[in-house]
């Protein structure tokens, strides 16, 4: 896509139902390295001192709000996340495009993040810190995901002439992208709960972000070249395992991690197709042990994903045993498509059994 200068100028200016704001400069502040933090504070800052201008809008505040929301959010991940510069150039070329029915798709999200404001402004004055990350977090979800949105609807209408399944991989891109950014930033959401000084807490939320960043990268390069994978290199699956097992499975849960190989893949995505099967056996089979084996010789492995939670609904052999690759995403099942997905893309199988106990089984074969 061409580069092009936007049409509409917009203030950097996000959250304007705030007045006060310092607890979230105060927490954030712990996060992040100096160059990034003071991005951040200048940001907020610059909120405060221009809140007053926001008080008097017209009849269309809740338009203008949301719109001033995500220009001042990407232009935070511009200058902090190198990898998705290009992915924020192109968003906010759309947001700006005079042809292009904005207001139309971010009408959908406007009440709900007016909603948001309101509470997270109620939690900032009645000196809740924890509460108040929490939300933002999930704020920062709602701009990622019609960012995203956006992005998907502007590429259809620019290409019609294309073939149908290079818009397909591209809407899959953005339900991808938005299905692991959420999860993400519900984990740093989490520990930030948990925080009360430095420790290694901290490297674990740098560690989170640092897996949002090549998610990002490398989702984009699915949605531009139509490729899934990058180049294949030997992976020591056991420490994958490990590094996504502390991330996702919590204390309460039993993990028992038996040797795993090292195989030829892609280690970030062979990171969230175990990320996401975690994550469905925690949440959706409400598992208390989880098992990782593996056998079978070199070049020729079957990994074994056992847990003690709930049987597989029968929409979950459907979606394994169904060979139509068309992608129409719903909350329940999405990261089970992705795994799918994943494992196509490396020639590797997929299938489900429930006996004697739930369990996921990946030939790479």
């Not at 699915?222 to 991330?247: H, M, P, R, Y």
Request: net charge negative; with cysteine.
């Amino acid at each position: 896509m061409e580069d092009h200068e936007p049409m509409v100028q917009l203030p950097e200016f996000s959250l304007t139902s705030f007045d006060n704001l310092d607890k979230i400069i105060e927490i954030f502040s712990n996060f992040f390295d100096e160059s990034s933090n003071k991005i951040i504070i200048d940001w907020i800052k610059k909120i405060q001192n221009n809140f007053a201008s926001y008080k008097d809008q017209p009849t269309n505040e809740l338009q203008s709000n949301a719109l001033q929301n995500i220009h001042a959010f990407m232009e935070f991940l511009k200058g902090n996340h190198k990898p998705t510069s290009d992915f924020v150039d192109r968003i906010t070329y759309l947001r700006s495009s005079q042809d292009f029915p904005f207001y139309d798709v971010i009408n959908a999200v406007i009440i709900g993040l007016t909603t948001i404001q309101r509470e997270l402004y109620f939690k900032c004055v009645n000196n809740c810190p924890h509460d108040l990350l929490f939300e933002m977090q999930e704020l920062l979800r709602v701009w990622f995901e019609t960012s995203i949105g956006l992005y998907a609807r502007r590429y259809s209408q620019l290409q019609k002439n294309t073939l149908k399944v290079q818009k397909e991989e591209l809407s899959q891109f953005a339900h991808i992208l938005a299905h692991d950014l959420r999860n993400y930033l519900y984990s740093i959401g989490g520990y930030l709960i948990l925080y009360k000084e430095k420790d290694p807490v901290t490297e674990k939320i740098k560690g989170i972000l640092v897996q949002i960043d090549e998610l990002l990268e490398t989702s984009i390069v699915l949605a531009e070249a139509g490729e899934i994978i990058n180049e294949k290199k030997l992976v020591d699956i056991q420490e994958v395992v490990g590094s996504i097992a502390e991330i996702v499975i919590p204390k309460s849960v039993k993990f028992s991690p038996y040797d795993l190989p090292k195989i030829y893949c892609d280690n970030v995505r062979i990171s969230q197709v175990f990320k996401n099967i975690f994550e469905n056996a925690i949440l959706h089979g409400k598992a208390s042990i989880i098992e990782t084996y593996a056998v079978g010789d070199p070049g020729k492995v079957t990994i074994f994903v056992s847990n003690n939670g709930e049987k597989f609904p029968d929409s979950m052999f459907y979606t394994i045993e169904n060979n139509n690759d068309s992608f129409k995403p719903k909350r329940k099942g999405l990261g089970l498509q992705i795994i799918k997905k994943i494992l196509k893309a490396h020639n590797w199988k997929i299938s489900l059994t429930n006996d004697p106990e739930p369990t996921i089984i990946i030939r790479t074969f």
